[in-house]
């Protein structure tokens, strides 16, 4: 029972790398979510999507983009890293959106030097 | 804009004792609550959902809901120091198109002193 599974763990980067955070689920969840948290702060919502195919902006979407070829993955690229993008990046995913709980990734620490 | 708001803490409690986390949502029409236990350097795990009016207990903790106010606590009995962390309220609505998400706080820092 994997459930969300994130990949790499830590990352650092330098300015201007571009890098692709990879998540996947094992649990036929419709819905899937990025979020970042930095330290000592809230989750902040990237992006979003209700089905493969379908995706849709959150709160903070500026250097980020995502796909959703398929049920399961749903990844995050970074183009151009910047300094203001270090954070902790976690994957989640919940069966509808709203209505149920969203499970959660263990995470990716990523540093932009 | 939907808000979550929860103070922030620091909230230290002695072992033993009740500890009381409270959350306040601005949007009537959110239907699904659910509190989240985060350990420093780990992510967010779910410990309670509720959805009605009311308590709602799972062994040492009660989440209680009252829509009316726009309230949602969370009581921890017996608090052990294994219960330091931070907590996160989040909630939901079944609204159509981006409303389908949750809306989550900021979180409270629980501390449980020996």
């Known amino acids: 029972n994997a459930g969300v599974t994130q990949t790499p763990k830590f990352r650092i980067l330098k300015i201007g790398q571009s890098m692709t955070l990879q998540c996947t689920q094992d649990m036929n969840h419709n819905y899937m979510y990025w979020y970042r948290q930095d330290p000592g702060m809230g989750l902040k919502l990237i992006y979003y999507?209700?089905?493969?195919?379908?995706?849709d902006k959150g709160e903070v979407p500026n250097g980020y983009n995502v796909s959703r070829s398929t049920t399961e993955d749903f990844p995050l690229r970074l183009e151009l890293a910047a300094p203001s993008q270090t954070s902790v990046y976690f994957c989640?995913?919940?069966?509808?959106?709203?209505?149920?709980?969203?499970?959660f990734g263990d995470g990716t620490r990523l540093s932009i030097l | 804009q939907k808000e979550v708001e929860q103070n922030s803490g620091p909230l230290s409690v002695p072992e033993g004792a009740i500890a009381s986390l409270n959350c306040t949502y601005s949007?009537?029409?959110?239907?699904?609550f659910f509190w989240y236990r985060q350990y420093s350097g780990k992510s967010p795990e779910l410990i309670m959902s509720i959805y009605s009016n009311g308590d709602k207990e799972d062994g040492r903790f009660t989440a209680q809901l009252n829509k009316a106010s726009q309230y949602v606590s969370l009581l921890i009995r017996d608090s052990q120091p294994s219960d330091s962390a931070t907590y996160l309220c989040a909630v939901g609505s079944i609204s159509s198109g981006s409303a389908r998400q949750l809306t989550f706080g900021s979180g409270t820092q629980l501390t449980v002193l020996p």
């Open positions: 999507s209700v089905g493969a195919g379908i995706t």
């Open positions: 949007d009537r029409v959110s239907q699904s």
């Open positions: 989640a995913s919940s069966v509808t959106g709203g209505d149920q709980p969203q499970h």
